[in-house]
């Protein structure tokens, strides 16, 4: 069992840049995926145990980036040029079960969440 929790979210403006940290209790696979009101749960960006491999949602390409700290157990995702479409809970998740990295169902572990609001 991997527990994970994320801070950082908050309100930006467009344009703007926010750092989400997601803390976790062991070394695994990471990804990032959020959630708007009404839509399914999407892919954001993700990492290997060793941080040499990583992966990006086309719509964050060059905009995002996903790093980890494995000293400190702990996967950073920087996100600059935030766009209103960004908005939304993000969600850190650990423990991917299968090579579909893209893929909610893949993750067993999932953090409780952290809301960013990209708003002028």
């Known amino acids: 069992q991997v527990q994970l929790v994320e801070s950082g979210g908050g309100l930006v403006q467009p344009g703007g840049s926010l750092r989400l940290s997601c803390a976790a209790s062991g070394r695994t696979f990471m990804g990032w995926f959020r959630q708007a009101p009404g839509n399914e749960r999407e892919f954001v960006a993700a990492i290997s145990r060793s941080g040499s491999s990583t992966y990006y949602a086309d719509s964050v390409k060059g905009r995002f980036i996903i790093s980890r700290d494995n000293a400190k157990n702990t996967v950073i995702l920087q996100m600059n040029s935030l766009k209103l479409e960004d908005k939304a809970v993000y969600y850190c998740?650990?423990?991917?079960?299968?090579?579909?990295?893209?893929?909610?169902?893949?993750?067993?572990?999932w953090g409780q969440g952290t809301q960013v609001t990209v708003s002028s």
């Open positions: 998740a650990g423990g991917l079960v299968s090579s579909a990295e893209g893929r909610p169902e893949s993750y067993l572990y």
